[in-house]
């Protein structure tokens, strides 16, 4: 799609900052785009309480198209996340109870208010749920209206279906139907709201295409498809998958702190495409600073770290994580943005003679200090930490469990030990209760 010279506004835009991997009828869909209001939709289930950032392209997608003057459909997955996606599972998700399912929904909202626009208007983003439609229908006349359009060898042939089997992983028949709903979808919207373009990730094509096909042949009206490029770091890591778990959309998942230093710590190859994809920032300036080079590069990540985090949590929480993260970890100064857990340095008898082998209660190992902290469950897992990862205390590296701290080494200026996991990570004051 590289070579392809798009007239319209949305979709050069989408190929200029790299969300462009396939579209089905591209110059049907780029003389649309020209000339009226495309309706398009992504769907996304709720299988929690939050998206995570993995999705965060999908998203952005949505504001390109309305940012264009087009119309983006947020489609819930009320109805398709009591089947579940069989797309890149090895396993069948779990059954999830219609509140739950309608709780979440309520929750991603919350999300996609910061990045569209809703409303009544004709390019004003809506938000709709698939159970209002997939629940009414009848098995047999599921069957009867749509059956007919799907063949069985197609369906095998998907990559969705082929890698679960190729596994010998099972797939239930109730995952099998899933790529039928999907597809029920897009016919309902384009009969309903004149949806004409349904869009996902590359991993989404074959139900994608399916979607089409039906719209096509069914009521012979225009329909397309477009995918994004499969989304992974530039050491061939998943996006948005951390030593920490996801990185949650939500601030109640995920704190802006922790958001702000997520884009922080991306790889230097990885900023400029990032800053394309997950930033409003305009090329000319993204183009400047991909070339800054040296510790330049830290300039860049700031930046995206930065417009990125506004974007979902408003400037001033983004102004407020840099300023956390600055002080802590190129000033060497606690913040209030910064976590401070308490522990008390006398404790049951038995367990200070066990632990401490006869040592004075003001001491302790810190493999003990970093369990206190929090950032580690167990002794045994603080242990492993300190061995294969390394832990910073006081901004000094720790990588002996049997090292001893007791309250002379506790940071005058803090009151407080300074713990934190590997260079960058966060960072967790320890405040001794006497």
């Known amino acids: 799609m590289t070579d392809t010279a798009f007239k319209s506004d949305f979709l050069r835009t989408l190929q200029a900052r790299g969300y462009v991997h396939q579209i089905t009828h591209p110059a049907e869909l780029d003389e649309a785009a020209s000339n009226g209001v495309v309706t398009a939709y992504i769907g996304f289930d709720a299988t929690a309480p939050s998206l995570h950032v993995g999705s965060l392209i999908q998203i952005m997608m949505l504001r390109r198209l309305q940012q264009a003057g087009h119309k983006p459909i947020v489609l819930m997955g009320g109805g398709t996340t009591k089947v579940g996606d069989p797309t890149g599972k090895d396993a069948s998700r779990p059954h999830l109870t219609d509140e739950t399912i309608q709780a979440n929904i309520a929750s991603i909202k919350t999300v996609f208010e910061k990045f569209l626009t809703f409303g009544d208007g004709p390019t004003d983003a809506v938000m709709l749920d698939n159970d209002a439609w997939l629940s009414g229908y009848g098995y047999i006349q599921f069957l009867r209206d749509f059956g007919t359009h799907f063949t069985v060898n197609r369906m095998l042939a998907f990559d969705s279906v082929k890698l679960r089997l190729e596994r010998e992983q099972p797939m239930t028949f109730l995952e099998f139907n899933y790529m039928l709903m999907q597809s029920v979808d897009f016919l309902e919207l384009n009969r309903s709201h004149n949806c004409t373009l349904q869009m996902g990730g590359s991993d989404q094509w074959g139900n994608i295409t399916s979607g089409v096909d039906l719209v096509r042949r069914v009521d012979q009206k225009a329909a397309f498809g477009l995918t994004t490029p499969l989304l992974t770091t530039a050491s061939g890591g998943k996006m948005g998958k951390t030593a920490d778990g996801a990185v949650w959309l939500n601030a109640e998942q995920l704190p802006p702190l922790k958001y702000w230093q997520f884009w922080r710590k991306v790889e230097d190859a990885d900023v400029g495409r990032f800053l394309r994809l997950f930033t409003d920032l305009p090329l000319e300036e993204i183009a400047r600073l991909e070339a800054l080079e040296g510790s330049g590069i830290n300039d860049a990540k700031k930046a995206l770290a930065d417009a990125a985090t506004a974007l979902l949590h408003g400037s001033e929480a983004a102004a407020e994580a840099r300023r956390t993260s600055e002080d802590a970890f190129e000033r060497g100064v606690a913040t209030s943005g910064l976590t401070t857990e308490y522990i008390l340095w006398e404790g049951d008898l038995e367990e200070q003679e066990r632990n401490n082998q006869g040592r004075p209660f003001t001491q302790r190992r810190v493999e003990a200090l970093l369990k206190a902290s929090k950032l580690s469950p167990s002794i045994g897992q603080a242990r492993k930490k300190i061995e294969n990862e390394g832990v910073w205390i006081n901004d000094e590296l720790v ?23 590997g260079k960058r990570g966060q960072i967790v004051l320890v405040r001794p209760v006497l």
């Open 399 to 421: 990588r002996d469990p049997g090292r001893w701290f007791s309250l002379e080494d506790v940071d005058q200026e803090l009151g407080a030990f300074k713990v934190r996991l």
